[in-house]
């Protein structure tokens, strides 16, 4: 039987911090794709003008408008890459880290603290990690002292 999740938002402010960025990543390689598409594309009209006397035709104009595109959109591509890389490592660091703490526990070290970085995305968890270790270290005391 498979589980079906209902809901969507389970922690709302690292979701909407997420949606947020990824929205204003989008929205920024739109707006810089476009501006600098028009700049080209206005820009060879004027060159193919003034070399012409014409204002070019259909195809002409065609040819004008994807040019740009040919150089911008591996740019763009490849900027967006690196902005996701950094964004995802904000998430995929924390999680190693806390994997790598959860392994100590396993193994039976119980002074561990995790601590991330300012910036990473998951605080929260860090600090329940840090209680549940800390509730581990007070029950093995008690079991010991019986």
């Known amino acids: 039987m498979k589980l079906q999740r209902r809901q969507y938002l389970i922690h709302k402010r690292f979701q909407f911090r997420m949606m ?6 989008v929205l920024a390689a739109t ?17 193919f003008t003034e070399k012409y006397g014409r204002t070019p035709n259909g ?6 408008s994807v040019q740009p595109l040919i150089i911008i959109l591996p740019v763009v591509f490849v900027i967006l890459a690196i902005t996701c890389l950094f964004i995802s490592h904000r998430i995929a660091g924390p999680l190693h880290r806390l994997k790598m703490y959860m392994e100590k526990v396993e193994n039976g070290d119980h002074s ?7 910036n990473d995305a998951i605080h929260d968890v860090a600090e329940s990690f840090n209680r549940m270790v800390e ?10 002292q019986s």
Do not use: Q, Y
């Open 20 to 25: 947020g960025a990824l929205l204003l990543l």
């Open 31 to 47: 707006l810089v794709t476009t501006l600098v598409n028009h700049f080209f594309f206005l820009s060879s009209i004027v060159s």
């Open 59 to 64: 195809e002409e104009l065609l040819f004008a």
């Open 112 to 118: 561990v603290r995790l601590k991330f970085r300012k």
């Open 135 to 144: 509730g581990i270290r007070k029950s093995s005391g008690k079991n010991t």
